[in-house]
């Protein structure tokens, strides 16, 4: 009897075409989760009355969203092609979304940073209409950020899983939680490395919970991913991976049993950032593999085809 043939290649060649995306696209990926979840962190602290916190955690998120955008315009090759995306609004594009939920969020960011920067300026400038102004803003500015920044940590899971790369496609359903925490786990990260010890609870819990959803949903999402998770746990991927999952589990045990350290904070806050960073690569590079071996397309197709004629 003939054995079932078993599908090596498609003439030796892909399926569906890699992106041309580089390293600027991963980086844009986690320094806009980290901007997300830092004015999270910091309208958090405005309201509980932690001054320091929340100038740490606005300063931390203007950094992160100019980074974001300067690697989106890099990856773009001119500023120009930037403001050409809004030029329309597609609701039913992710990239189109994005590029106008990044364009409400920027504003207001800027307004909860500048009232921050106003407090080193000199008394004729923050006594200034202007200045009065600005200060006036800070918090109706953070506070609007605050409500979108969950869409800013959390719309370039929906980017990914909205193309045809067999990994980023298979991980629709978990992906966006993944991110979530992940940015959670970096921001809270960062709030325990720039933060004061005294004020650091806030960071700390929202460090520790995106820990957990992170790792649990990212173990979700490689169960329910059949084949397609293989490339997660090879070559490039694999390895960022692994470190992610360590850099991430080690942190947030840290920043517990750390928590009376100043010092044990803020490695374990460094662990987090950089295990947060870890994920947003090795998820790309888990991608962009999966789109060159045509075994990850056909593989589930045929799996599909068949669930659905049985």
């Not at 329309?88 to 307004?111: E, H, Q």
């Not at 193309?163 to 325990?192: D, I, K, Y």
């Amino acid at each position: 009897m003939v054995p079932d043939a078993e599908f090596t290649s498609y003439y030796g060649r892909p399926v569906v075409k890699a992106s041309p995306w580089e390293a600027d696209i991963p980086a844009y990926l986690f320094l806009g989760g980290l901007a997300g979840g830092s004015s999270l962190l910091a309208a958090g602290a405005d309201l509980t009355g932690l001054p320091r916190q929340r100038r740490s955690a606005r300063l931390v998120a203007s950094a992160a969203i100019g980074g974001s955008l300067y690697a989106l315009v890099h990856d773009l090759g001119r500023p120009a092609r930037f403001h050409h995306m809004l030029r329309v609004a597609k609701v039913t594009s992710p990239m189109s979304v994005g590029t106008w939920i990044l364009s409400a969020y920027g504003p207001f960011n800027a307004l909860a940073t500048g009232s921050e920067l106003l407090g080193f300026m000199p008394g004729p400038v923050r006594n200034s209409r202007l200045g009065r102004l600005l200060g006036f803003a800070g918090r109706p500015g953070g506070l609007i950020a605050a409500l979108i920044a969950p869409a800013v940590a959390s719309y370039t899971a929906v980017l990914l899983t909205d193309t045809a790369t067999p990994t980023w496609h298979a991980a629709q359903r978990e992906l966006p939680f993944v991110f979530v925490g992940s940015a959670a786990a970096a921001s809270g990260g960062m709030g325990l490395v720039a933060g004061p010890l005294g004020e650091s609870g806030p960071a700390r819990n929202l460090a520790v919970g995106g820990a957990v959803l992170e790792l649990g949903a990212s173990r979700i999402m490689q169960h329910s991913m059949g084949i397609t998770a293989e490339p997660l746990r090879q070559g490039t991927a694999g390895t960022l991976h692994t470190a992610a999952t360590a850099l991430t589990a080690a942190g947030a045990a840290g920043a517990v049993a750390g928590r009376r350290s100043r010092i044990a904070s803020a490695l374990s806050g460094l662990a987090l950032t950089a295990g947060s960073a870890c994920t947003r690569f090795a998820i790309f590079h888990a991608g962009q593999a999966s789109a060159r071996d045509p075994r990850y397309t056909v593989v589930p197709q045929r799996e599909r085809r068949e669930g659905r004629s049985s």
